[in-house]
């Protein structure tokens, strides 16, 4: 069991997420985060999808991805060279004083950016991979973290090689 | 200008449908009008359920893709259960559906339900079509994704609104549809099609088993072809029944939790397997790690997704049957039988382990199956219901070509094999249509016998009437403990039945009158129903229950011509 990256090219269309978030429900495929929206071409939209499974189980993932007439391409970049990002925004209970300031200096070692501050607030934004924002999440927890949001994994294969559509 | 509707109607014709299965209201009424002078042949069904399995029977006995039309709603919910059957069982079938106007959907409004939303998981494509310039376009694409790769059924949701809209002929949206992500490979890897000839080669004991997917593709032919190059045995799946001629030698009949033993033997013991069509279905494996442990496996499927689904094939060959199997046959190098002591043993098996017939004066539906087998001559379309009746027709019935039996396989159906019947009869007019059925399928649609009374179609019914829904109470008895709850069902006069709708018929209670009454059926001019009386404890043997593997039969035959469970 190990974590798949698959990039899927599909119709921009309404509908075509439900077709392919349905298809993970009814087949019992375990999604573990799924990003979406347009990409580089017009009238299409790029899903990254992560999803756990051995090998058999992520080979009819992808089988059965495929078999969606709105999907036009997938790709499995996990064995790939990629680069992967995801984008966290936490608001968390910082009171003026010392702990604010405990909070922006770690918010200062994650590169995180504040994006809010309110009276016993701030809400901090980190783009990273999942353990950085997963990192970042547990020292912030003792302050009081108030709500959280993730973007799901979005992902890119390095280089000229990648899930682009050949025209 | 035409309207949407008018240009639904149009784009049926160019796809060349000639007949549409449906049922009126308020949603599409605009259709409906349409088609008061259209020259397009519309079957008024009862129950929109029937109207679904009609175009199901119609696109199975054909070949074509069946058409069906409902309202919005409650209409088009009752389209569900037929349009999972045609999904289940691969049948290319378009279902039209009406919808509440496009402003209102969302609302709640009366007769609206998001049927596209619905049928998301049980059809193979849907469409809603928000503007009447695309109806043209939406149709076509349909058609095509319905009737080509693995075929399924395709439905279309049509907003009022967009049928009454008025539209200019040069706006409306013709060509080819685009398909970007629909590419079926229809063309099998010549480098795994020498891989899968080298097993067969060098197989001392190799079984074919073919699926549904070699009627479906028109493979039968190629499939017998390699079959008799090679000597080798085949079995095939409920759905594949026809695939080769019952009667053939090396036809093992069916494998599987209501296969004959002699196919489930051949199976467990080959050394190589290879499937043509077919998934390997938890009815056909059984116990799925000891399903064929010595066998090699090659694996033929038109959908990728087959393949590895279940099995991990040795060989996964992706493409048309009839085309793999041709390449296969061209370029098949060393010829001749492969497998003379493996004949021999499989032809000793089935010498041995025959299917039990019993003669003992008492009504068995098993006499009743091969008596019409014998009357037909092995002919005509034989459509069945779900239950004891369908596997005591799949077992007996000696059918001699492909599209020669109708059946839901994959979903189990009741109340399909009747009203496919009358589809079916509506494909092929000229061949004589049975459809088998128990007492609990039966009423399951029976209000289209109004719909055969009403157009005169002439299908035979014959109920295997044990006043029981007979599967059912055979697993409480293996089971349960014969504790038979909620199974038994109360007398029913079929025959006054039939007469209310004017159609004739004639109740059976012994074995003499078998062959008369089925006689007097085959030969009336138009639809005929016998109620036959049978043993009401009769079971459908051998039998693997469920979870065990394919070898380990119950009530199989022994030479007291009883059973022995």
Same mark, same amino acid.
């Given at each position: 069991?190990?974590?798949?990256?698959?990039?899927?090219?599909?119709?921009?269309?309404?509908?075509?997420? &439900?077709?392919?978030?349905?298809?993970?429900?009814?087949?019992?495929?375990?999604?573990?985060?799924?990003?979406?929206?347009?990409?580089?071409? =017009?009238?299409?939209?790029?899903?990254?999808?992560?999803?756990?499974?051995?090998?058999?189980?992520?080979?009819?993932?992808?089988?059965?991805?495929?078999?969606?007439?709105?999907?036009?391409?997938?790709?499995?970049?996990?064995?790939?060279?990629?680069?992967?990002?995801?984008?966290?925004?936490?608001?968390?209970? &910082?009171? =003026?004083?010392?702990?604010?300031?405990? *909070?922006?200096?770690? &918010?200062?070692?994650?590169?995180?950016?504040?994006?809010?501050?309110?009276?016993?607030?701030? *809400?901090?934004?980190?783009?990273?991979?999942?353990?950085?924002?997963?990192?970042?999440?547990?020292?912030?927890?003792?302050?009081?973290?108030?709500?959280? *949001?993730?973007?799901?994994?979005?992902?890119?294969?390095?280089?000229?090689?990648?899930?682009?559509?050949?025209? | 200008?035409?309207?949407?509707?008018?240009?639904?109607?149009?784009?049926?014709?160019?796809?060349?449908?000639?007949?549409?299965?449906?049922?009126?209201?308020?949603?599409?009424?605009?259709?409906?009008?349409?088609?008061?002078?259209?020259?397009?042949?519309?079957?008024?069904?009862?129950?929109?359920?029937?109207?679904?399995?009609?175009?199901?029977?119609?696109?199975?006995?054909?070949?074509?893709?069946?058409?069906?039309?409902?309202?919005?709603?409650?209409?088009?919910?009752?389209?569900?259960?037929?349009?999972?059957?045609?999904?289940?069982?691969?049948?290319?079938?378009?279902?039209?559906?009406? $919808?509440?106007?496009?402003?209102?959907?969302?609302?709640?409004? %009366? #007769?609206?339900?998001?049927?596209?939303?619905?049928?998301?998981?049980?059809?193979?494509? +849907?469409?809603?079509?928000?503007?009447?310039?695309?109806?043209?376009?939406?149709?076509?694409?349909? %058609?095509?994704?319905?009737?080509?790769?693995? !075929?399924?059924?395709?439905?279309?949701?049509?907003?009022?609104?967009? @049928?009454?809209?008025?539209?200019?002929?040069?706006?409306?949206?013709?060509?080819?549809?685009?398909?970007?992500?629909?590419?079926?490979?229809?063309?099998?890897?010549?480098?795994?099609?020498?891989?899968?000839?080298?097993?067969?080669?060098?197989?001392?004991?190799?079984?074919?088993?073919?699926?549904?997917?070699?009627?479906?593709?028109?493979?039968?032919?190629?499939?017998?072809? /390699?079959?008799?190059?090679?000597?080798?045995?085949?079995?095939?799946?409920?759905?594949?029944?026809?695939?080769?001629?019952?009667?053939?030698?090396?036809?093992?009949?069916?494998?599987?939790?209501?296969?004959?033993?002699?196919?489930?033997?051949?199976?467990?013991?080959?050394?190589?397997?290879?499937?043509?069509?077919?998934?390997?279905?938890?009815?056909?494996?059984?116990? /799925?790690?000891?399903?064929?442990?010595?066998?090699?496996?090659?694996?033929?499927?038109?959908?990728?997704?087959?393949?590895?689904?279940?099995?991990?094939?040795?060989?996964?060959?992706?493409?048309?049957?009839?085309?793999?199997?041709?390449?296969?046959?061209?370029?098949?190098?060393?010829?001749?039988?492969?497998?003379?002591?493996?004949?021999? #043993?499989?032809?000793?098996?089935?010498?041995?382990?025959?299917?039990?017939?019993?003669?003992?004066?008492?009504?068995?539906?098993?006499?009743?199956?091969?008596? @019409?087998?014998?009357? @037909?001559?092995?002919?005509?379309?034989?459509?069945?219901?779900?239950?004891?009746?369908?596997?005591?027709?799949?077992?007996?019935?000696?059918?001699?070509?492909?599209?020669?039996?109708?059946?839901?396989?994959?979903?189990?159906?009741?109340?399909?094999? %009747?009203?496919?019947?009358?589809?079916?009869?509506?494909?092929?007019?000229?061949?004589?249509?049975?459809?088998?059925?128990?007492?609990?399928?039966? #009423?399951? !649609?029976?209000?289209?016998?109004?719909?055969?009374? $009403?157009?005169?179609?002439?299908?035979?019914?014959?109920?295997?009437?044990?006043?029981?829904?007979?599967?059912?109470? $055979?697993?409480?008895?293996?089971?349960?403990?014969?504790?038979?709850?909620?199974?038994?069902?109360?007398?029913?006069?079929?025959?006054?039945?039939?007469?209310?709708?004017?159609? #004739?018929?004639?109740?059976?209670?012994?074995?003499?009158?078998?062959?008369?009454?089925?006689?007097?059926?085959?030969?009336?001019?138009?639809?005929?129903?016998?109620?036959?009386?049978?043993?009401?404890?009769?079971?459908?043997?051998?039998?693997?229950?469920?979870?065990?593997?394919?070898?380990?039969?119950?009530?199989?035959?022994?030479? +007291?011509?009883?059973?022995?469970?």
């Amino acid at each position: 069991m190990k974590q798949h990256i698959i990039s899927v090219l599909v119709e921009n269309k309404a509908g075509v997420l &439900a077709r392919v978030a349905g298809l993970f429900s009814r087949r019992g495929f375990n999604i573990e985060s799924l990003a979406v929206g347009t990409c580089e071409t =017009p009238g299409m939209s790029r899903i990254t999808i992560v999803v756990i499974g051995d090998d058999m189980h992520i080979e009819q993932v992808k089988k059965q991805l495929n078999k969606l007439i709105d999907v036009i391409k997938i790709t499995d970049i996990t064995e790939k060279e990629h680069v992967e990002r995801e984008l966290a925004m936490i608001k968390v209970h &910082a009171e =003026p004083g010392s702990q604010r300031s405990e *909070v922006m200096q770690i &918010a200062g070692i994650f590169r995180a950016k504040i994006i809010d501050v309110g009276a016993q607030t701030l *809400v901090l934004e980190i783009t990273g991979d999942s353990e950085k924002i997963f990192a970042m999440e547990s020292l912030l927890r003792p302050y009081g973290v108030l709500e959280l *949001v993730r973007t799901g994994r979005v992902a890119l294969q390095r280089g000229s090689s990648g899930s682009a559509l050949r025209q | 200008m035409k309207t949407g509707a008018a240009i639904l109607i149009e784009s049926l014709k160019e796809e060349g449908v000639e007949i549409i299965f449906g049922y009126p209201g308020g949603a599409v009424l605009p259709i409906y009008d349409e088609l008061y002078d259209a020259e397009l042949t519309h079957i008024l069904v009862r129950h929109e359920q029937a109207a679904v399995h009609a175009a199901d029977g119609y696109a199975r006995a054909s070949g074509r893709v069946g058409v069906c039309l409902s309202t919005s709603g409650p209409g088009a919910c009752n389209l569900i259960s037929g349009i999972a059957t045609a999904n289940m069982d691969s049948v290319p079938i378009v279902a039209l559906t009406g $919808q509440v106007p496009t402003g209102m959907l969302g609302n709640d409004a %009366f #007769q609206e339900s998001d049927i596209t939303g619905i049928t998301l998981p049980i059809t193979k494509h +849907n469409y809603l079509v928000k503007d009447a310039r695309d109806i043209k376009m939406t149709v076509k694409a349909a %058609f095509y994704i319905a009737g080509t790769g693995r !075929n399924g059924p395709v439905l279309i949701d049509l907003p009022k609104d967009v @049928l009454t809209a008025k539209v200019a002929a040069e706006e409306v949206l013709s060509g080819e549809p685009e398909l970007r992500g629909y590419k079926p490979t229809l063309k099998g890897h010549s480098k795994q099609i020498k891989k899968a000839l080298e097993l067969i080669y060098n197989a001392k004991k190799p079984v074919i088993y073919a699926g549904g997917g070699v009627i479906a593709a028109g493979a039968s032919e190629e499939m017998v072809r /390699l079959a008799e190059l090679f000597c080798l045995p085949v079995t095939t799946t409920l759905m594949g029944l026809g695939a080769i001629p019952a009667v053939h030698p090396l036809n093992l009949g069916m494998l599987g939790m209501h296969g004959t033993e002699y196919a489930n033997y051949a199976v467990s013991e080959s050394d190589l397997l290879i499937a043509i069509g077919a998934r390997f279905d938890d009815r056909v494996t059984g116990k /799925l790690s000891h399903f064929a442990t010595h066998a090699k496996i090659i694996h033929i499927d038109i959908d990728p997704a087959e393949i590895g689904k279940n099995v991990n094939p040795d060989v996964p060959i992706v493409g048309d049957a009839k085309s793999v199997l041709a390449d296969m046959i061209c370029l098949a190098e060393k010829k001749g039988c492969i497998s003379e002591p493996w004949l021999e #043993q499989v032809k000793l098996w089935r010498k041995n382990h025959p299917l039990r017939v019993v003669n003992d004066g008492k009504v068995h539906p098993q006499n009743i199956i091969r008596k @019409l087998s014998e009357l @037909l001559d092995g002919g005509g379309i034989i459509v069945s219901e779900v239950g004891q009746n369908q596997m005591w027709t799949a077992q007996h019935y000696g059918f001699k070509k492909p599209r020669q039996w109708i059946s839901s396989g994959g979903l189990g159906t009741m109340g399909y094999g %009747f009203p496919a019947a009358i589809g079916a009869w509506f494909a092929k007019p000229d061949e004589t249509v049975v459809v088998i059925a128990g007492d609990g399928s039966f #009423q399951m !649609n029976i209000q289209e016998l109004a719909t055969v009374a $009403q157009y005169k179609v002439p299908v035979k019914i014959v109920i295997l009437n044990n006043m029981y829904l007979g599967m059912v109470r $055979q697993w409480q008895e293996l089971f349960y403990d014969r504790r038979y709850s909620y199974t038994e069902l109360p007398s029913v006069d079929f025959v006054g039945i039939a007469k209310a709708y004017g159609i #004739q018929g004639m109740r059976v209670d012994s074995v003499d009158q078998i062959d008369e009454a089925l006689r007097t059926a085959l030969d009336y001019d138009g639809p005929y129903l016998l109620d036959f009386q049978i043993e009401r404890g009769e079971n459908v043997y051998p039998m693997v229950p469920a979870g065990a593997a394919i070898s380990e039969m119950i009530g199989k035959h022994n030479h +007291n011509g009883g059973s022995d469970t």
